[in-house]
T-cell receptor, first 113, second 117 residues
Framework: SQQGEEDPQALSIQEGENATMNCSYK?????LQWYRQNSGRGLVHLIL?????REKHSGRLRVTLDTSKKSSSLLITASRAADTASYFC?????????????FGDGTTLTVKP | NAGVTQTPKFQVLKTGQSMTLQCAQD?????MSWYRQDPGMGLRLIHY???????DQGEVPNGYNVSRSTTEDFPLRLLSAAPSQTSVYFC????????????????FGEGSRLTVL
């Protein structure tokens, strides 16, 4: 089964609002990544947080990681219509397949103008 | 920089046909991988490579072959296509970091959408 599970599966908000997506996983990890996928396109890496980090920021993105709860959240502040996309978390364990990234099922975010 | 280039973007096959999906990257990445994405699901790893001449299986390797003769290219071969292989295929690459694992920052191609009738 997939390592990561995103919640909610779908999220619809108004432009300017904040969007929060959650990711839960089952086993210990070395790091967790978030990716964005626009419709019909490839995935784009957004941010990586290591297992010894608790929070990380990149522009309007804020990622938290709670290894005790095996969960992460991605917050997009002041959302824009261009943020409409699917967002995936991926976990990485260095001792598995040269550190393969295992992806969740994704959250589909719709930002209404 | 072109990044990761996949061809073809779309392909329709009949059951039993074979074909090769091409992937090339110009970032001198050691690590290359193939994933498949099925509707409403995340990505599942098919095969990966940590350098020329070195390949290994991922989660769902059955029905697929790969080779890595150069750093730049990592083709995926479907030996005898089946309807269950209808999917969108993504090639992804990254540098290798410490301990010989990918750095976790994967660069993806735009995908190859395959339909098997």
């Amino acid at each position: 089964s997939q390592q990561g599970e995103e919640d909610p599966q779908a999220l619809s908000i108004q432009e300017g609002e904040n969007a929060t997506m959650n990711c839960s996983y089952k086993t210990s990890i070395n790091n967790l990544q978030w990716y964005r996928q626009n419709s019909g396109r490839g995935l784009v890496h957004l941010i990586l947080i290591r297992s010894n980090e608790r929070e990380k920021h990149s522009g309007r993105l804020r990622v938290t990681l709670d290894t005790s709860k095996k969960s992460s959240s991605l917050l997009i502040t002041a959302s824009r219509a261009a943020d409409t996309a699917s967002y995936f978390c991926a976990t990485q364990r260095y001792n598995t397949n040269a550190g393969k990234s295992t992806f969740g099922d994704g959250t589909t975010l719709t930002v209404k103008p | 920089n072109a990044g990761v280039t996949q061809t073809p973007k779309f392909q329709v096959l009949k059951t039993g046909q074979s074909m090769t999906l091409q992937c090339a990257q110009d970032m001198n990445h050691e690590y290359m991988s193939w994933y498949r994405q099925d509707p409403g699901m995340g990505l599942r790893l098919i095969h990966y490579s940590v350098g020329a001449g070195i390949t290994d299986q991922g989660e769902v390797p059955n029905g697929y072959n790969v080779s890595r003769s150069t750093t730049e290219d990592f083709p995926l071969r479907l030996l005898s296509a089946a309807p269950s292989q209808t999917s969108v295929y993504f090639c992804a690459s990254s540098h290798l970091g410490l301990a010989g694992v990918n750095t976790g920052e994967l660069f993806f191609g735009e995908g190859s959408r395959l339909t098997v009738l």
